[in-house]
Structures are given as structure tokens and as C-alpha cells.
């Protein structure tokens, strides 16, 4: 094999989970409800490397709800609310490094 695989030079990414979600919430803002290290240099010309931009929208999280097995936890970074959700649906990703907790 060889070759560079991976995301902005990292092998160890994975999908968060919702506790990792709500860790990041921050009732103070809205629209994103996120500190603000996880909406910042957002502009034009920011890259993976040097912002961390946040949409006001729903996260797929890695946890799946236990009592409806085909829907997962989300994240709903406008308000900063938890839902779940069928897993069909289409939702945006925050990826995390590092093992799961």
C-alpha cells in the first residue's frame, strides 16, 4: 500500500457521540449553540487546518438510540437540543481523533 491515507494528515478520526456533542454546547450562543473554539475563522480561505466552523444544523452522533434501533442521536447545533432521528435521514458530521471514551 503506501500511500497517504487519512484527513488533514490523521488516521484516527471517528464519528462523535452524542455526550461528545453536548460537551461542546454552549446555551449562551445560538445559531450555532457552540463555544465559540468550535465556530471560529470561519471566513473565506479557512481550511480544516485553521477553523473550526460549526453549521447551525444537525450532527449525526455515534450513538444509537436503544429504544428505536434504526434511529440515531443528533446534536441540533441551532439550539443546542438533542434528537433522534431514523437513520436514513442526512445530517452533517463532526469527526472527533482519538479512541472512543
Given amino acids: 500500500m503506501g500511500g497517504k491515507c487519512g484527513f488533514a494528515g490523521k488516521r484516527d478520526w ?3 457521540n452524542v455526550k461528545e456533542q453536548q460537551s461542546i454546547v454552549n446555551y449562551q450562543n ?3 449553540s ?4 468550535f465556530n471560529n475563522n470561519c471566513g473565506a480561505g479557512a481550511t ?3 477553523g473550526s466552523c ?3 444544523s444537525s450532527y449525526w452522533s455515534s450513538t444509537t438510540n436503544a429504544f428505536i434501533p434504526v434511529s440515531a442521536w443528533d446534536a441540533v447545533f ?3 437540543n438533542v434528537d ?3 437513520k436514513d435521514n442526512t ?4 469527526a472527533v481523533r482519538g479512541g472512543s471514551p
Fill in 34 to 37: 457552540v463555544s465559540s473554539a
Fill in 30 to 32: 445560538f445559531n450555532p
Fill in 48 to 50: 480544516v487546518l485553521t
Fill in 91 to 94: 445530517n452533517h458530521v463532526r
Fill in 54 to 56: 460549526t453549521a447551525a
Fill in 78 to 80: 441551532t439550539s443546542g
Fill in 84 to 86: 433522534s432521528a431514523n
Fill in 14 to 16: 471517528r464519528v462523535s
